[in-house]
């Protein structure tokens, strides 16, 4: 008996072997990037825009495709490079569903799967329509105004170098604290417990080994990080159990009035909400003040059009908008751009054989819009690796999608851009900053690994000076 284990554990071998590496019969007509640089990006933990940067783009653009097949965590997945494939992908719901969340994969354990960001057809209509009043509802640039204080207050009166995407993340945790859940997750004020397990708990499920074979997590199941997990989700349903029992005037407490939400869909959106809501502003956060850091011309740009427009007025909705503050609004626009906080969207599953521009694509393949590489063709962007607001002013804004596109991209980029305007003008009005001398960053901005496609600049020091 024993000596057929040996048999069998070799085929069991092969077969996981050719299910994750090789590429099905009905994909080998479309332009394929190479696996092996990818596998070895992957292991080695390479940020998402190195990967595209390096990989990806080249290879696209040298045989100036706008769809190409890549290897991703142990699948194949059609990768879209170009603006005009991808707004006819989100376009059309029917053809191009979302493709339902791997089994196995913790992070789906912690996001669930009844949330607007995976569901489809009424459920996510019903979803879709319920979360745009609710974001809708009021601009709170007042919550963005107080908690721009804080964390004026944190830098002080003189010079301070601080780990400024920490910051970010803080000042967004709290922005969607005081806005979405009318909850004081208290991150700014002292070292949040919650968030710090937050962190801990992603960067346990970011582990690439069980991201490339998620079944692993059924054979040698991570115990200690489950039940990790499942208390951050419980954290989450005392928290809504305690906006059921006091409701506000937030935004959690509007859907909670929804009789057609289930209790799971209510808990399901609350984590993506709180997901979705600060990683992707504390990463746009952290990118602007790199790049404001990094060109003192344009920081002082900025500040004189704040000086201008508002003076030493109190910062309002009318005074913050993007109309009234065109130039800042384009540097923001221009980080989102260049350094963008989602690398691609999640999976669309073809539901039915189809047609994109001139490429076949076969029922049941992935597919997904490359927001970076959009964001980075040569051919739709002069130095597209150059960071210069002005280039809106010239260069269209068809092909800067980092809300992404169609009926279901973002529905907080009002929201998101607000926040960004209200930090910005507020420290830029108090405060000169630049980097560190030595920082890692002096040359390009580092990311830091995400299997989620979010970047985050990693361990970005800045110095701020007291004007
Ligand atoms: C700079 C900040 C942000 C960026 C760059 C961003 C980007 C995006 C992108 C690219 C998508 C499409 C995802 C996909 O189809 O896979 C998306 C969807 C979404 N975002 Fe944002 N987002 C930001 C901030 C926020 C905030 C602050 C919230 C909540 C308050 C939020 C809530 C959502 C939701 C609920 C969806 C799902 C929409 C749907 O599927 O219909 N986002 N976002």
């Known amino acids: ?16 072997t050719r299910r994750l590496f090789v590429v099905p019969a009905s994909l080998r007509h479309l332009p394929r ?26 290879f696209a653009n040298e045989r100036q495709e706008g769809v190409v097949l890549v290897w991703v965590l142990g699948r194949w997945m059609v990768h879209i490079l170009d603006q005009q494939i991808a707004r006819q992908l ?4 029917a053809l191009y569903p979302k493709e339902k969340p791997p089994n196995d994969s913790l992070l789906w354990h912690l996001i669930g799967n009844s949330n607007i960001l995976v569901s489809n057809a009424t459920q996510w209509k019903k979803q879709s329509r319920l979360i745009n009043d609710a974001i809708n509802l009021q601009m709170p640039v ?16 003189g010079t301070i170098t601080v780990r400024w995407e920490e910051f970010a993340q803080r000042f967004a945790v709290d922005a969607l604290g005081s806005t ?20 801990g708990v992603m960067s346990g499920i970011a582990n690439p080994v069980y991201l490339i074979a998620p079944v692993l997590e059924r054979l040698v199941p991570r115990t200690t990080l489950l039940n990790r997990i499942d208390t951050l989700i419980e954290q989450f349903v005392a928290l809504l159990k305690a906006k059921q029992n006091s409701p506000g005037d937030d935004m959690m407490s509007y859907m909670l009035r929804d009789p057609d939400m289930s209790q799971k869909e209510l808990r399901d959106n609350m984590i993506l909400l709180f997901i979705s809501g600060h990683d992707t502003s504390a990463g746009a956060l952290s990118t602007l003040f790199y790049f404001l850091a990094t060109h003192p ?79 980075h063709t040569e051919a739709v962007w002069k130095d597209p690796h150059v960071y210069r607001p002005e280039r809106f002013d010239t260069e269209g804004l068809k092909n800067w999608v980092p809300f992404a596109l169609g009926p279901r991209q973002c529905p907080a980029r009002n929201f998101a851009m607000y926040e960004q305007r209200t930090l910005a003008a507020g420290l830029l009005r108090d405060y000169e900053w630049e980097l560190p001398a030595g920082s890692k960053h002096c040359n390009s901005i580092q990311n830091a690994f995400s299997p989620f496609a ?4 990693h361990k970005l020091h800045l110095t701020f000076h007291k004007l």
């Not at 919550?143 to 009166?157: C, E, H, I, S, W």
């Not at 979405?180 to 962190?199: I, P, T």
């Not at 384009?330 to 751009?337: K, W």
């Not at 979010?454 to 600049?457: A, E, H, I, K, S």
């Open 297 to 375: 011309e344009i920081q002082r740009r900025a500040r004189e059009e704040i000086a201008a427009v508002v003076g030493k007025a109190d910062f309002t909705a009318e005074n913050l908008s993007a109309n009234s503050l065109p130039f800042l609004n384009a540097c923001i626009r221009e980080s989102l751009r260049i350094n963008t906080p989602i690398s691609y969207v999640v999976p669309r599953m073809s539901s039915a054989d189809a047609q994109l521009g001139k490429y076949t694509i076969p029922a049941g393949t992935s597919l997904t819009v490359d927001i970076y590489a959009i964001h």
């Open 33 to 58: 990037v190479p696996i092996f640089p990818l596998l070895k990006s992957y292991l080695s933990m390479e940020p998402e825009d190195a990967r595209i940067r390096k990989l990806i783009l080249p």
């Open 180 to 199: 979405v859940f009318g909850h004081d997750f208290e991150a700014l004020k002292q070292q949040s417990m919650f968030v710090r397990e937050y962190n």
């Open 90 to 93: 989100c376009d059309d719901l």
């Open 1 to 16: 008996m024993a000596s057929l284990y040996w048999p069998l554990a070799l085929v069991v071998v092969f077969l996981l």
């Open 142 to 157: 007042e919550q963005f105004v107080a908690l721009t204080n804080n964390v004026k207050a944190l830098l002080g009166q």
């Open 454 to 457: 979010l970047t985050v600049p």
